[in-house]
């Protein structure tokens, strides 16, 4: 028989398919907008025999998105899951948090991008520019009025109770004349496009709106995503925008262009923490807590490690009614005492000028049409979803039966004091469910606002391959945040592009706290794409001097802490690995050398004072120990100084470079996963403890080399610096004292254990091969100035960054440096004298010491030891005294007598 006749036909592998064929056969869900075909979707008839599947009721893509996929059409499902894992690599990379459950034993939730932008075509984006520019302007004229005369209040235009009822209305600023002459300075714009595939209003905010920073990031992660794509299509540019805003906020201030601006915020636990210091970072502002500033003489400053400086301008992202606990609430932390006094004199801008909260009401969609008439003269061009206020009658009346087809809000978001609630779609409620909120709304009207409800368009999302189901694109719903931003004498102008939010699969709620997610927007221009950047063409010697970077009291303090907990992690993590080989080791029942790692283990709280030595019970002694690692409580073990080392990073993250901030991320994470992995499988050995220890200190590693190396030198580095200088002569100056004290150091294993602690063990054994000579070891870890684990190279090094920091002039000490006992009168020969010299008759009566004992030999040494100790922590509260506190500026007035 012929061979070829036998052999099986070979059965074709099918292809799999492009990018292009999956967009083709991606539908939005009926009677929803599809951005993908710029039409409304529809439901799809019945397929003819043998038709393609993706064939069926498939109109084709727009010309932009058809533009969009040809760059990269040939790529294949996996090609996406490949740029999807490195989009979420490059956010994680990053360290773009949305903290959404911020709290300091959860981690920070990295923030959620999709893989496709959502690309407006130039019409459309034209009719958003000239709708939110109008409603700027209205809204503008509304705050005017309302702080003013009140017109439209007299006038019956606007419901007293919606603005004099509203907690965001702040009768402390009535009548006053914001600096600048305007009250809004950015807003934010919620736009839905409807099944007609024109854009509606959903809702404005002008108090504190989030997503300036986040959109910042999203651009460049998507644009280097498709770079080709993003070069193709004409997508307009942002930073020209963010520049027009810095500059109108500087000409507007009391100081005009050389004016010092901060961003005030709420703090590191804020769910939006990562925005505000990319944000500052990014334009160049002083990021400021409300701590870090103080009122003196209606003048608002900043307490910086010089003293006060001038704030001219704050772009806040505190809520209003947290910014001073002067007129405001009394119970916040957040703000500043005295503030609005400040901002009455005219002494400070404050962008949005407080009071503006009110205009997020849903509630005043419904009364901007006829204000827009009687105020602009003009219809508005961008409508909003129709609304009714249920606090007038006929609008309750008219809105009561519609419930099953809206959305019903709270008229206060924001305030349970005065009924607020979390808003329900009333198309996903049942009867009873209904009956339940038209009662609510009747008994409770004016804290009730219901809102049309219109299907969001639909964008194409990517959904990466799972087990048994491969990666394919996905329509969700998804709502447009634009933002107007304010342009000087210009008025205002509309950032290009903005913040997409994208609702999970199958929900219609856009919001990041409900699983959504975010798109970059790309608003494309039919004209010349504006190259603008951020970098001022000239600089005058007073806005020089402004760019030197200011270092506030909290800043400095949390710097301070950055380098102590550095170094307290790293003392640990050598500790409890030094304290695990030397149990295992050939002297494992040295009673001196025991009892040293069991004083020097309860000393730096590795284990908690009621454990057995590891004299008495080894074992229980190294259990304790290893299940204290990756614990946060109890013992402040390892994994204690690692998360205290996070959180403190995290409140001066603006200061930390990517890679710095990642590692110590990294190193905190895996240490806790390690630990619990291991606790869980009731196995974790000394060996496995042992190997989590040496990666940790790998990491410690690069957490100080990028500390050493890649931070500027200023006196925030110093700070730094003398925090772990402090930190480190305490920490090894009390371990050889009480080596000396238990007579380890007269053992091969305790001198060995000592200068793997000092991390000297490879120059001792290089100058020195294997002696125990202990003025050896004298010379290298208490002489050596060229060793950085000495002790005269760090109470010299400490004494030398203490001057420098007070601005003492060159070779010349201040008086915390003089704290610091002087390693130029330490000489070799009467450290190493083994006479109990320094010590007294009275001190030995009694004890039982003999002349000796290793507690009576070493004194002058013993003495220098105790010395620098103590020195460690009088200086660590003189520095808090000196440059954190402030106390001296407690009694000094907020405002004008």
């Given at each position: 028989?012929?061979e070829?006749?036998?052999?099986?036909?070979?059965?074709?592998q099918?292809?799999?398919?492009s990018?292009?064929d999956?967009?083709?056969a991606?539908?939005?869900?009926?009677?929803?907008?599809?951005e993908?075909?710029?039409?409304?979707?529809?439901?799809?008839?019945a397929?003819?025999?043998?038709?393609p599947?993706?064939?069926?009721?498939?109109?084709?893509?727009?010309?932009?998105?058809r533009q969009?996929?040809?760059?990269?059409?040939?790529?294949?499902?996996?090609?996406?899951?490949q740029r999807?894992?490195?989009?979420?690599?490059?956010?994680?990379?990053?360290?773009?948090?949305?903290?959404?459950?911020?709290?300091?034993?959860?981690?920070?939730?990295?923030?959620?991008?999709?893989?496709?932008?959502?690309?407006?075509?130039?019409?459309?984006?034209?009719?958003?520019?000239?709708?939110?520019?109008q409603?700027m302007?209205?809204?503008?004229?509304?705050?005017a009025?309302?702080y003013?005369?009140?017109?439209?209040?007299?006038?019956?235009?606007?419901?007293?109770a919606?603005?004099?009822?509203?907690?965001?209305?702040?009768?402390a600023?009535h009548?006053?004349?914001?600096?600048?002459?305007?009250y809004?300075?950015?807003?934010?714009?919620?736009l839905?496009?409807?099944p007609?595939?024109?854009?509606?209003?959903?809702?404005?905010?002008?108090?504190?709106?989030s997503g300036?920073?986040?959109?910042l990031?999203?651009?460049?992660a998507?644009?280097?995503?498709?770079?080709?794509?993003?070069?193709?299509?004409g997508?307009?540019?942002?930073?020209?925008?963010?520049?027009?805003?810095?500059?109108?906020?500087?000409?507007?201030?009391?100081?005009?262009?050389?004016a010092?601006?901060?961003?005030l915020?709420?703090g590191?636990?804020n769910?939006?923490?990562?925005?505000?210091?990319y944000?500052?970072?990014?334009?160049?502002?002083?990021?400021?807590?409300?701590?870090?500033?103080?009122v003196?003489?209606?003048?608002?400053?900043?307490?910086?490690l010089?003293?006060?400086?001038?704030?001219?301008?704050?772009l806040?992202?505190?809520?209003?009614?947290?910014?001073?606990?002067?007129?405001?609430?009394?119970?916040?932390?957040?703000?500043?005492?005295?503030?609005?006094?400040?901002?009455?004199?005219?002494n400070?801008l404050?962008?949005?000028?407080?009071?503006?909260?009110?205009?997020?009401?849903?509630?005043?969609?419904?009364?901007?049409?006829a204000?827009?008439?009687?105020l602009?003269?003009?219809?508005?061009s961008l409508?909003?979803l129709?609304?009714?206020?249920?606090?007038?009658?006929n609008?309750?009346?008219?809105?009561?039966?519609r419930?099953?087809?809206?959305?019903?809000?709270?008229?206060?978001p924001?305030?349970f004091?005065?009924?607020?609630?979390?808003p329900?779609?009333g198309?996903?409620l049942?009867?009873?469910a209904?009956?339940?909120w038209?009662?609510?709304?009747?008994?409770?009207?004016?804290?009730?606002?219901?809102?049309?409800?219109?299907?969001?368009?639909q964008?194409?999302t990517?959904?990466?391959?799972t087990?048994?189901?491969?990666?394919?694109?996905?329509?969700?719903?998804?709502?447009?945040?634009?933002?107007?931003?304010?342009?000087?004498?210009?008025?205002?102008?509309?950032?290009p592009?903005?913040?997409?939010?994208?609702?999970?699969?199958?929900?219609?709620?856009t919001?990041?706290q409900?699983?959504?997610?975010?798109?970059?927007?790309?608003?494309l221009?039919?004209?010349?794409?504006?190259?603008?950047?951020?970098?001022?063409?000239?600089m005058t010697?007073e806005s020089l001097m402004?760019?030197?970077?200011?270092?506030?009291?909290?800043?400095a303090?949390n710097?301070?802490?950055?380098?102590?907990y550095?170094?307290?992690?790293?003392?640990?993590i050598?500790?409890?690995?030094?304290?695990?080989e030397?149990l295992?080791?050939?002297?494992?029942?040295?009673?001196?050398?025991?009892?040293?790692?069991?004083q020097?283990?309860?000393?730096?709280?590795?284990?908690?004072?009621?454990?057995?030595?590891?004299?008495?019970a080894?074992?229980?002694?190294?259990?304790?120990l290893?299940?204290?690692l990756?614990?946060?409580s109890?013992?402040?073990?390892?994994?204690?100084y690692?998360?205290?080392?996070?959180?403190?990073?995290?409140?001066?993250?603006?200061?930390?470079?990517?890679e710095?901030?990642?590692?110590?991320v990294?190193?905190e994470?895996e240490?806790?996963?390690?630990c619990?992995?291991?606790?869980?499988?009731?196995?974790?050995?000394?060996?496995q403890?042992l190997?989590i220890?040496?990666?940790s200190?790998?990491?410690?590693?690069a957490?100080?080399?990028?500390?050493?190396?890649?931070?500027?030198r200023?006196?925030g580095?110093r700070?730094?610096?003398i925090g772990?200088?402090?930190?480190?002569?305490?920490?090894?100056?009390?371990?050889l004292?009480r080596g000396?004290?238990?007579?380890s150091?007269?053992?091969?294993?305790?001198?060995?254990?000592m200068?793997?602690?000092?991390?000297?063990?490879?120059?001792?054994?290089?100058?020195?091969?294997?002696?125990?000579?202990m003025?050896a070891?004298?010379?290298?870890l208490?002489?050596?100035?060229?060793?950085?684990?000495?002790?005269?190279?760090?109470?010299?090094?400490?004494?030398?960054?203490?001057?420098?920091?007070?601005?003492?002039?060159?070779n010349q000490?201040?008086a915390?440096?003089?704290?610091?006992p002087?390693?130029?009168s330490?000489?070799?020969?009467?450290?190493?004298?083994?006479?109990?010299?320094?010590?007294t008759?009275?001190?030995?009566?009694?004890?039982?010491?003999?002349?000796g004992?290793?507690?009576?030999?070493?004194?002058?040494l013993?003495?220098?030891?105790?010395?620098?100790?103590?020195?460690s922590?009088?200086v660590?509260?003189?520095?808090?005294?000196?440059?954190?506190?402030?106390s001296?500026l407690?009694n000094h007035?907020?405002?004008?007598?």
């Amino acid at each position: 028989m012929n061979e070829a006749m036998s052999a099986p036909p070979q059965l074709a592998q099918p292809e799999s398919p492009s990018v292009a064929d999956l967009a083709q056969a991606t539908q939005a869900t009926p009677g929803h907008f599809d951005e993908l075909r710029g039409t409304v979707a529809r439901a799809a008839p019945a397929p003819a025999p043998h038709a393609p599947e993706a064939a069926v009721g498939s109109p084709k893509l727009t010309e932009i998105w058809r533009q969009f996929f040809s760059t990269f059409e040939n790529d294949s499902a996996a090609d996406m899951d490949q740029r999807a894992a490195n989009l979420a690599r490059q956010v994680r990379d990053n360290g773009i948090t949305y903290n959404v459950y911020a709290d300091e034993n959860g981690p920070q939730r990295p923030w959620s991008l999709d893989l496709f932008p959502l690309i407006v075509d130039p019409a459309s984006w034209q009719r958003i520019e000239v709708g939110v520019l109008q409603r700027m302007r209205l809204l503008e004229r509304v705050m005017a009025d309302v702080y003013g005369p009140q017109t439209l209040l007299h006038d019956g235009l606007l419901p007293p109770a919606l603005v004099h009822a509203h907690p965001g209305y702040l009768r402390a600023m009535h009548g006053v004349e914001p600096v600048g002459e305007r009250y809004l300075h950015i807003a934010a714009f919620d736009l839905a496009r409807g099944p007609d595939g024109n854009w509606w209003l959903e809702a404005q905010r002008s108090q504190a709106p989030s997503g300036l920073g986040y959109l910042l990031e999203n651009r460049l992660a998507i644009a280097a995503q498709f770079p080709q794509a993003f070069q193709n299509l004409g997508v307009q540019r942002l930073a020209s925008t963010y520049r027009a805003l810095m500059d109108s906020l500087k000409t507007m201030s009391p100081a005009g262009p050389d004016a010092h601006l901060a961003l005030l915020t709420p703090g590191p636990y804020n769910e939006t923490y990562f925005e505000h210091a990319y944000l500052a970072r990014y334009l160049g502002l002083t990021l400021v807590e409300g701590s870090d500033l103080l009122v003196r003489d209606e003048c608002l400053f900043l307490k910086t490690l010089k003293g006060l400086v001038p704030v001219h301008g704050l772009l806040k992202r505190v809520d209003d009614q947290y910014l001073d606990p002067l007129e405001l609430r009394a119970d916040s932390t957040l703000g500043v005492p005295g503030l609005l006094q400040a901002i009455r004199a005219g002494n400070v801008l404050v962008a949005n000028a407080p009071g503006s909260a009110f205009l997020e009401s849903p509630a005043l969609l419904g009364f901007l049409p006829a204000l827009s008439r009687q105020l602009l003269g003009e219809e508005l061009s961008l409508p909003a979803l129709p609304t009714w206020w249920c606090g007038e009658r006929n609008a309750m009346e008219e809105a009561l039966p519609r419930l099953a087809d809206c959305a019903i809000k709270p008229t206060y978001p924001g305030s349970f004091e005065q009924g607020g609630f979390e808003p329900v779609l009333g198309g996903k409620l049942g009867a009873r469910a209904l009956d339940e909120w038209a009662g609510r709304i009747v008994r409770q009207a004016e804290e009730h606002t219901v809102q049309g409800y219109s299907p969001l368009s639909q964008m194409p999302t990517w959904q990466a391959s799972t087990a048994g189901d491969p990666g394919r694109l996905r329509a969700r719903s998804v709502m447009l945040r634009v933002f107007v931003v304010s342009d000087g004498a210009q008025g205002w102008r509309v950032l290009p592009g903005g913040l997409a939010r994208v609702a999970s699969v199958g929900r219609e709620i856009t919001s990041m706290q409900r699983g959504g997610s975010s798109a970059d927007v790309w608003a494309l221009t039919r004209g010349e794409v504006d190259h603008s950047t951020l970098l001022a063409p000239h600089m005058t010697p007073e806005s020089l001097m402004q760019r030197k970077r200011l270092i506030t009291s909290r800043a400095a303090e949390n710097l301070f802490w950055l380098g102590r907990y550095t170094e307290r992690a790293e003392n640990a993590i050598r500790l409890a690995r030094l304290t695990l080989e030397c149990l295992h080791g050939e002297e494992q029942s040295s009673a001196p050398l025991l009892s040293w790692l069991s004083q020097m283990a309860v000393a730096n709280t590795l284990v908690l004072p009621g454990v057995p030595s590891a004299l008495q019970a080894p074992r229980v002694f190294e259990r304790s120990l290893i299940d204290s690692l990756g614990g946060s409580s109890g013992a402040t073990s390892v994994g204690y100084y690692l998360r205290a080392l996070k959180m403190v990073g995290s409140s001066v993250r603006e200061r930390l470079s990517q890679e710095h901030w990642r590692i110590i991320v990294r190193c905190e994470e895996e240490l806790f996963q390690r630990c619990a992995a291991q606790r869980q499988r009731a196995d974790f050995s000394a060996l496995q403890a042992l190997q989590i220890l040496k990666d940790s200190s790998d990491h410690m590693a690069a957490i100080t080399g990028a500390q050493t190396d890649r931070m500027t030198r200023d006196d925030g580095w110093r700070l730094l610096s003398i925090g772990r200088h402090i930190e480190r002569l305490g920490f090894l100056s009390s371990a050889l004292m009480r080596g000396l004290d238990t007579g380890s150091l007269h053992t091969d294993g305790g001198f060995d254990a000592m200068v793997e602690l000092f991390d000297s063990a490879i120059t001792f054994h290089a100058q020195f091969q294997q002696s125990r000579d202990m003025a050896a070891l004298v010379d290298l870890l208490v002489i050596d100035r060229d060793n950085p684990r000495s002790i005269s190279w760090i109470a010299h090094t400490l004494r030398g960054r203490l001057a420098r920091l007070a601005g003492s002039d060159p070779n010349q000490l201040c008086a915390l440096s003089l704290k610091v006992p002087d390693p130029n009168s330490w000489g070799l020969a009467q450290l190493c004298d083994e006479a109990p010299d320094l010590v007294t008759p009275a001190q030995t009566q009694g004890d039982g010491s003999e002349p000796g004992d290793p507690a009576l030999q070493y004194a002058l040494l013993k003495d220098v030891l105790y010395q620098c100790t103590q020195a460690s922590f009088v200086v660590s509260d003189d520095i808090s005294a000196t440059y954190f506190t402030h106390s001296g500026l407690a009694n000094h007035s907020l405002g004008a007598a």
